[in-house]
């Protein structure tokens, strides 16, 4: 996202790895939205009459559902 970056993070500052157990104090991450809309499903569920009123979900599948999936 422009302007979301340090603007001293640039390839010349690059020191190279640091050692694989140097904590990190401050870090943000932004995930991308999910293929689905999650709200709307919250809504549905308590709506009579929906096709996912009272459907539950297991974790696993509000994660398929709902959670950012990498790209590969």
């Known amino acids: 996202m422009k302007g979301h970056v340090n603007p001293r993070a640039v390839a010349d500052n690059d020191?190279?790895?640091?050692?694989?157990?140097?904590?990190i104090r401050h870090a943000t991450l932004l995930f991308e939205a999910g293929t689905g809309n999650c709200d709307a499903f919250l809504a549905e569920q308590q709506l009579p009459g929906s096709p996912n009123y009272r459907k539950?979900?297991?974790?696993?599948?509000?994660g398929d559902r709902f959670w950012p999936h990498r790209h590969e």
């Open 15 to 23: 020191q190279g790895p640091v050692d694989p157990a140097m904590p």
């Open 56 to 62: 539950w979900l297991t974790p696993e599948e509000f």
